[in-house]
């Protein structure tokens, strides 16, 4: 059924009010609010019509009204104007939050979810590139002390990463070079998982290899896809959510959510899932379909390093959150990753 322009106007007042008090919403504190021009009487029987039509219920007798998920979904849909304040302007995040993290991965994941989390007051996500399928540019060995070696492993998007392995005590600086060069013309352009298999295989064709310098080539190459990280997800803001009235009340919602966060395989499915989809994605309640966060909404993004996908990320908060606020943020935020990704490939 089509809702008329006068009940589409109600219906989002009462999820602004909502969003707002966090409690059920009367007709009196819409004609308070809001000047429709309507009485009391007139809001309640439209009110009345929305909730039989799916979008508000009444958690109690003679309460007010909430949102259901289809009443959000409206609201987000059709109803929304979406903010767009100066604080997600690109050159402002950059010199804030991610300007001084663009050289280590790792920091400018987390950063990136701090950032979410402290912008929308919620909890920020950000599942980083998944390792084993990016494409390796090139390897580079540096000796740092006897038996430790540093390692710079760059990716075909531009992922830098670095670490400290063991290695052979007896190798030097000049044949770790030449191990880089030769691992980087046999290798390049490969995906990890794809080296991984071809050193296996050339390992078992060469066991009896008498070449001291390659046989250390392909261990040291070994000893690299060996220590590879898994697939990373941030998470930073958690609390909260948990200190806000529609959970801080309910001791059983909490456990549910603590539980998600802390297991992380719920959040960790969604986003995979996400990958699929490129642009903004959004979630609310019972949508999500999945055990622990059905109280809670989504907004996701994925985020790019050239044109291949790379992750995603994005905010974990109420049903009523503010959408507004919520998705320029983090369409904003993909974008600007997308940047700083493509930045430091170039």
Same mark, same amino acid.
């Given at each position: ?10 219906? &989002? %007042? ?7 008090? %966090?409690?059920? /919403? ?8 809001? $000047? ?38 409206? @609201? ?16 402002? *995040? ?12 790792? %920091? ?21 590139? &998944? ?10 060995? /540096? ?46 352009? =490969? ?26 080539? *392909? ?19 958690? $609390? ?7 959970? %801080?009340?309910?001791? !059983? ?10 297991? &992380? ?56 959150? !503010? @959408? ?16 700083? =990704? ?5």
């Amino acid at each position: 059924m089509e809702l008329s322009e006068r009940s589409r106007s109600i219906l &989002k %007042a009462i999820v602004l009010s909502y969003i707002e008090k %966090a409690s059920p /919403i009367g007709s009196q504190t819409v004609t308070q609010s809001y $000047s429709f021009g309507l009485s009391p009487a007139t809001i309640r029987n439209i009110m009345a019509e929305l909730e039989d039509l799916g979008y508000l219920t009444q958690p109690h007798t003679s309460a007010g009204r909430i949102p259901t998920t289809k009443g959000y979904r409206m @609201y987000v849909d059709e109803l929304m104007e979406m903010e767009n304040p100066a604080l997600f302007d690109e050159e402002y *995040l950059i010199e804030n939050y991610l300007g001084t993290k663009r050289e280590d991965p790792h %920091a400018l994941f987390q950063e990136t979810t701090r950032m979410l989390s402290l912008l929308s007051h919620y909890a920020g996500v950000v599942l980083a590139p &998944k390792i084993s399928k990016t494409r390796l540019d090139r390897l580079q060995f /540096i000796h740092l002390r006897r038996g430790h070696v540093l390692v710079l492993q760059v990716s075909k998007d531009g992922l830098v990463q670095h670490r400290i392995i063991d290695a052979d005590p007896d190798l030097t600086q000049k044949e770790l070079t030449q191990i880089s060069v030769f691992l980087n013309e046999k290798f390049s352009g =490969l995906t990890l998982d794809e080296i991984r298999t071809r050193l296996l295989d050339e390992m078992r064709a060469e066991k009896d290899l008498y070449d001291r310098l390659l046989q250390k080539a *392909l261990e040291l190459g070994r000893r690299v896809l060996e220590e590879q990280p898994q697939e990373e997800l941030y998470v930073v803001g958690t $609390s909260n959510i948990m200190e806000l009235p529609e959970f %801080a009340e309910d001791l !059983e919602k909490m456990k549910s959510l603590f539980r998600t966060f802390e297991e &992380k395989a719920v959040i960790l499915k969604l986003l995979n899932h996400c990958l699929e989809m490129r642009g903004i994605q959004i979630f609310i309640g019972s949508e999500n379909r999945l055990t622990g966060i059905e109280d809670c909404s989504l907004v996701v993004s994925t985020y790019q390093g050239g044109d291949h996908v790379m992750g995603t990320l994005g905010v974990i908060g109420p049903t009523r959150m !503010e @959408y507004a606020r919520v998705i320029p943020l983090v369409d904003h935020t993909a974008r600007l990753l997308s940047r700083l =990704l493509e930045y430091d490939r170039s």
